[in-house]
């Protein structure tokens, strides 16, 4: 198992601000997950993460949007960039349970945000 | 891209009475996997079942999968108001670390 923790909790925001969000993992993993969770949905896949290379998006989320960093196996920074009311979501990093074979994620508590 | 639907989105029930939760997909699967939320927090694994499996058991939990029909139910026996959360089903595409694609979602209601 992981055990794995965000910064901050939660936070509110103005717009056109920007947040990085923190991931901090007890263990060390080469893949990490970032996800959103907009109010009353569920998770949709932002991009993954793999150290020592850039982050891979997913369809709908760009890098000057969404800026990633993976200096290290233990954790990864998120930043959600120029915000507006839209991205009030919660945001949740994750990593896989062991490498190899099918296995579960582990998630981190996951940040609230609200963008006023 | 979100593949999974869950049925239904919201369940209120009873303590001690049966809670079953279904997930339909489209794609295939290496494995389906349940997961529980609390008050938007973090998600916590249940269980996974895999592509050649039918039927998984773990505690008060039975999941079922059907690959022919791309659906999987998740029972909750003897519910407890402590089993009052979301649960969301996600498919990996194949085995491995790859990312989840999770379904809606059902937001379930277990009452005193």
């Known amino acids: 198992s992981a055990v794995i923790s965000q910064k901050p909790s939660r936070d509110i925001c103005q717009r056109g601000t920007s947040l990085t969000i923190q991931c901090q993992v007890d263990?060390?993993?080469?893949?990490m997950f970032w996800y959103r969770q907009q109010p009353g949905q569920s998770l949709t896949l932002i991009a993954t993460a793999n150290q020592g290379s850039e982050a891979t998006y997913e369809s709908g989320f760009v890098i000057d949007k969404f800026p990633i960093s993976r200096p290290n196996l233990t954790f990864s920074t998120l930043t959600v960039s120029n915000m507006s009311p839209e991205d009030s979501s919660i945001y949740l990093c994750?990593?896989?349970?062991?490498?190899?074979?099918?296995?579960?994620?582990?998630f981190g508590p996951g940040t609230r945000l609200t963008v006023l | 891209s979100q593949q999974g639907e869950e049925d239904p989105q919201a369940l209120s029930i009873q303590e001690g009475e049966n809670a079953t939760m279904n997930c339909s997909y489209k794609?295939?699967?290496?494995?389906l996997q349940w997961y529980r939320q609390n008050s938007g927090r973090g998600l916590v694994h249940l269980i996974l079942i895999r592509s050649n499996e039918r039927e998984k058991h773990s505690g008060r939990l039975r999941v079922t999968l059907d690959t022919s029909k791309k659906s999987s139910s998740l029972l909750i026996t003897a519910s407890r108001a402590a089993d009052t959360a979301s649960y969301f089903c996600?498919?990996?595409?194949?085995?491995?670390?790859?990312?989840?694609?999770f379904g809606k979602g059902t937001r379930l209601s277990v009452i005193a």
């Open positions: 994750s990593v896989p349970g062991t490498s190899g074979g099918p296995n579960e994620q582990f």
């Open positions: 794609t295939s699967i290496n494995n």
């Open positions: 996600a498919t990996a595409p194949n085995s491995g670390n790859t990312p989840l694609v």
């Open positions: 263990s060390q993993v080469t893949m």
